[in-house]
């Protein structure tokens, strides 16, 4: 009889065991599952914010512009040289010499300078997606992407008294210089942001 009970007990033990191992398996297959399904949600919603905030980057320089033309012409005529603009860096000092490869057109057009604030509001709602999906990476160049936009905004004046301040300094350039400058850094500070999105949705290598 003792046995009996002890071999009863045993099975028992040994049936608790097994189902508390099958039960340990299926919760963490679930947890597993979860927060697959969470990172596929935060992958998607990164790629929607991040599709949506260089939209509102491109849409705020209009290629339509011959001030920015010119840039566009510029950043092909580098790339066709051999540069790739994905692996470039704003580490490196950018000067008002570096940037004069063409003749440089007039500044932005009143027509262009009506639409600018709406679209700068555009371009800061679409950040405020960056902002919270993150990661910081992504949300520097984005944050630098709007300070250039103010920047492109305020246009002459602002440039034109950045030109005065370094003419004491034996500076040389214009306020089209530093016109030029700022659009360069602009479209530089796209090709990061974009850089900096693929590689927090890994498609750096795709």
């Not at 057009?109 to 910081?136: C, N, Q, V």
């Not at 992504?138 to 005065?164: N, T, Y």
Request: glycine share 4%.
């Amino acid at each position: 009889m003792q046995n009996s009970v002890i071999t009863a007990s045993g099975a028992l033990l040994a049936a608790l065991i097994g189902l508390s191992g099958a039960l340990w398996a299926t919760i963490s297959n679930q947890r597993k599952q979860q927060q697959a399904q969470r990172d596929t949600w935060r992958h998607d919603r990164r790629k929607d914010a991040y599709l949506a905030y260089v939209d509102a980057a491109r849409a705020f320089i209009p290629v339509t512009e011959e001030l920015f033309r010119a840039e566009e012409r510029d950043s092909v005529a580098h790339q066709t040289n051999g540069a790739d603009l994905e692996t470039e860096t704003l580490e490196e000092t950018i000067t008002w010499a570096d940037t004069l490869w063409t003749p440089f057109p007039a500044e932005p057009s009143a027509a262009w300078r009506k639409r600018a604030p709406k679209r700068l509001h555009a371009l800061t709602t679409a950040f405020d997606r960056i902002d919270l999906e993150g990661p910081s990476d992504v949300i520097a160049p984005g944050l630098a992407i709007i300070e250039s936009a103010h920047r492109l905004i305020e246009g002459s004046e602002l440039f034109a008294k950045e030109a005065e301040q370094e003419a004491p300094e034996g500076g040389s350039a214009t306020e089209m210089d530093f016109l030029r400058v700022e659009v360069h850094r602009y479209r530089m500070l796209c090709g990061e942001f974009r850089k900096q999105a693929k590689k927090a949705l890994d498609l750096a290598d795709s």
